[in-house]
């Protein structure tokens, strides 16, 4: 076997997750989605906490678009030079 060969069985061995790694990975994950909190223990599929982050993650950014859009908006009616202009601008970058 050329060592190149063993090089990349070694390199894919030593950097491959276990089934248990995944599951601690997955466990962590269920604990932080707010739906996961709610529902306790039950157990879920590991796809179905994906599912659910995977839709976690997108109702956080349309949140957060909404409140750049609702700072931009506040920012529109507030005198350019004034201390909370400037504190809504900081909130924007």
């Known amino acids: 076997m050329s060592s190149r060969r063993a090089r990349s069985r070694q390199s894919t061995s030593s950097s491959r997750i276990t089934d248990e790694q995944i599951n601690d990975l997955v466990s962590k994950l269920q604990a932080v989605l707010p739906e996961a909190r ?47 202009a400037a504190i809504i601008r900081s909130l924007l970058k």
């Open 38 to 84: 709610i529902r306790g223990a039950e157990r879920v599929s590991a796809a179905k906490v994906l599912q659910e982050t995977c839709n976690y993650i997108r109702s956080l950014h349309r949140e957060v678009d909404d409140l750049s859009e609702r700072l931009s908006e506040l920012l529109a009616t507030t005198e350019a030079s004034s201390a909370q």
